[in-house]
């Protein structure tokens, strides 16, 4: 009896310790900084017509896991096409041709034309008229009547627009912007400027598949996979190991349905109005920032292989991968050197 109380004192003793450690977390003092690195706060909700899971590695704090999800929300209300309450709405909506927006729309429809001239129109953010035809998403989706597109097809054309100091000017009241293309990147971006704000340093936002990295994980990078084209969303073709960056991918394999035996996807060609057919599953884009990789994809997918390969091998700080029909994967130049 003697000798055993002790003993179950030292036991009660690192119970109640190893019960606080677990429930505190194990707080590493590093300067000023303060960095968990047990227990990674994290959610997922339905949010920007998508998935959203948000992960904090280096945080406790609820409060600021909620505020990035609050931001999917604010912005929403800003770019959704199909939301009427949002900003965009009422802009493609109104029957003026010359329009006070705010400075995030201005700013992301601003990136928008820049890309739908450098592509010259294979990417075009005046999309709206045509991609209102289509519903990827609903329940019986079906291939809009060649009279509707041919009606809506005139009133595509990025050249119609025109932005200066937040006021945007069209040529047309049936001129509209759809930003479907690049409003996740712009999303993410300012959620990882919010974080670093709150001095979160390591954290992976997730808007549906567009991914963008807060720093790394303990010091080692984040493991990433990237889909493969038609297969379980678990299912990676490859598995990038990043830091910071943002990846970020655009596929036919996604929003899309069959209509006697022919596959309709997402990425419409605004010369035609009907999606693309180029012999591409997919691009990934690896940047910096997240709009550009959002944009880039689109952008690349738009243009094909070729010139879409050729565009990204001018920019030295942007990697990607295109994937073909025949599932074979496409590097950029520097992709080898800088990825395992
Ligand atoms: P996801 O939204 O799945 O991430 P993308 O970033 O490639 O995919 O954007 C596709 C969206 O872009 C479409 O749902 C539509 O809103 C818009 N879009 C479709 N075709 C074009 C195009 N040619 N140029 C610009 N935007 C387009
Ligand atoms: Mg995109």
């Given at each position: 009896m003697k000798k055993t109380a002790p003993k179950k004192i030292h036991a009660l003793l690192l119970l109640v310790l190893i019960i606080f450690l677990t429930a505190k977390g194990i707080y590493i003092y590093s300067g000023r900084e303060k960095r968990n690195v047990l227990q990674p706060i994290t959610d997922t909700r339905f949010a920007l017509n998508t998935v959203v899971t948000i992960t904090l590695y280096?945080?406790?704090?609820k409060n600021i896991l909620e505020e990035a999800f609050q931001l999917c929300n604010k912005y929403e209300t800003i770019f959704?096409?199909?939301?009427?309450?949002s900003e965009l709405y009422r802009v493609n909506h109104s029957d003026k041709r010359k329009l006070s927006i705010s400075e995030d729309l201005a700013s992301l429809i601003k990136t928008g034309l820049s890309y739908s001239s450098l592509s010259k129109g294979a990417f075009?953010?005046?999309?709206a008229p045509v991609s209102q035809?289509?519903?990827?998403?609903?329940?019986?989706p079906a291939v809009p009547s060649s009279l509707a597109i041919q009606k809506q097809?005139?009133?595509?054309?990025?050249?119609n627009f025109s932005i200066k100091d937040n006021t945007l000017i069209r040529?047309?009241?049936?001129?509209q912007l759809d930003v479907g293309a690049i409003a996740k990147g712009y999303i993410a971006d300012r959620i990882k400027q919010y974080l670093i704000r709150q001095n979160v340093h390591s954290a992976i936002i997730n808007l549906g598949g567009n991914i963008l990295c807060t720093g790394d994980k303990e010091g080692a990078p984040f493991k990433i996979g990237i889909q493969a084209p038609?297969?379980?969303?678990?299912?990676?073709l490859a598995t990038l190991k990043i830091r910071d960056k943002s990846i970020v991918t655009s596929g036919i394999y996604e929003r899309c349905f069959t209509e006697n035996g022919k596959l309709y996807h997402h990425i419409l060609n605004p010369k035609t109005g009907?999606?693309?057919?180029?012999?591409?599953?997919s691009v990934t884009i690896i940047s910096d920032e997240s709009v550009i990789g959002d944009a880039l994809s689109t952008t690349c997918f738009a243009l094909g292989l070729e010139d879409g390969l050729d565009y990204i091998n001018r920019l030295e700080t942007i990697d990607a991968i295109f994937v073909d029909s025949k599932g074979t994967m496409h590097y950029s130049k520097h992709f080898s050197e800088r990825y395992e």
């Open positions: 280096d945080c406790t704090d959704s096409r199909t939301l009427t309450a075009d953010i005046s999309i035809l289509w519903d990827f998403t609903a329940e019986t097809l005139p009133y595509v054309g990025y050249q040529k047309k009241q049936e001129n038609f297969k379980d969303r678990n299912v990676s009907y999606p693309y057919d180029n012999n591409l599953s």
